[in-house]
């Protein structure tokens, strides 16, 4: 006689589902393919916008203890590049203030009261200058909250997304380097997709890139590009922010931009810079060191579908095999 069906809706429906699954071995294996699929979602990614080639510029800036300088800085960056041909332009995590949680209060301001200046400014850019503009980020406050947001305009200057940093920066290596965000900052709610003139988007901010878990969410929902704006530091930056760059564009097939601040010999915080655009077959197509600069690369999305096809990894993958459920009897 076949087994009935197992309804799970919520903690104590699972457990009581799994006390009987465990005496039922048909059930079980039921209840354990339902869990997989649950956890791993489908074994495709969503349908890819149509292909198109876009000419990205991403900006290293020089960032100092002056917002209004900062903002100039961030202006003119923006103006340079749109007049290089970019159609994507790309800025660094806190771009107008300096890294520290003692800043990060000082220089936070309201974007969703219409009173941020520096939101005014980026939007007056963007439209100036007819670009998709990822606006790196820069301290939000929003009620008695701070957060790492990043805002991206498009060419007409109107705001399509904001993307709170998820994953806060909270590391202890002793005699390197000692950093908590969480002490000033609070995590965002969630991802942020953004489909654009430039293409579909998957944004995340410095830490967010080590977590792989966002970036396949962001494949699978059919982005073309990743862009990380972050400011990694002098002891992770050397061994880890290209690895991750590259690592997030082979998993998941797909283009990864990093964009850091240069590095400012007088702050407290040293970033590593290297802004970098890292290709689908995690080809390097665009990379610099830790000065002030602009680079740009040439981002055509049709490799996305030839890498895929080449190398068809969503389908290959084994749902069955990445969650693990303990049985106690």
């Not at 000065?291 to 740009?296: N, R, S």
Request: net charge positive.
């Amino acid at each position: 006689m076949p087994a009935a069906p197992i309804k799970i809706a919520g903690a104590s429906a699972l457990a009581a589902a799994l006390a009987v699954a465990v005496s039922r071995p048909r059930a079980m294996g039921r209840l354990v393919r339902s869990l997989v699929a649950r956890a791993a979602g489908t074994s495709a990614y969503a349908p890819l916008p149509p292909p198109q080639k876009v000419k990205v510029a991403v900006c290293q800036l020089h960032v100092t203890a002056d917002k209004a300088q900062n903002l100039q800085t961030a202006k003119k960056a923006i103006q340079d590049a749109a007049a290089q041909g970019a159609k994507l332009v790309v800025l660094p995590e806190m771009w107008n203030c300096p890294y520290s949680n003692d800043s990060f209060p000082t220089y936070a301001e309201d974007i969703e009261g219409a009173h941020s200046i520096s939101v005014n400014m980026l939007s007056e850019a963007a439209a100036e200058t007819g670009v998709t503009l990822i606006a790196g980020s820069i301290p939000e406050r929003c009620g008695d909250r701070l957060y790492n947001t990043c805002c991206v305009f498009n060419s007409r200057g109107k705001l399509l997304a904001k993307h709170r940093k998820v994953h806060l920066f909270d590391i202890d290596i002793p005699g390197k380097i000692t950093f908590k965000e969480s002490l000033t900052l609070s995590p965002g709610p969630g991802p942020t997709v953004v489909d654009t003139e430039a293409g579909r988007l998957g944004i995340g901010i410095c830490y967010d890139i080590r977590f792989p878990e966002l970036a396949q969410l962001y494949a699978a929902r059919g982005c073309q590009m990743l862009v990380y704006p972050g400011a990694f530091n002098m002891t992770t930056g050397p061994v880890h922010w290209e690895l991750l760059a590259r690592a997030r564009a082979v998993d998941n097939q797909i283009f990864v931009i990093t964009c850091s601040p240069a590095r400012n010999p007088s702050s407290s915080y040293q970033a590593w810079g290297h802004s970098t655009v890292v290709g689908p077959f995690a080809e390097i197509l665009a990379t610099t060191g830790h000065d002030p600069t602009i680079i740009y690369a040439d981002v055509d999305y049709s490799q996305l579908a030839e890498r895929r096809a080449n190398m068809p990894l969503a389908q290959q993958k084994r749902h069955d095999l990445y969650a693990l459920l303990d049985r106690t009897v």
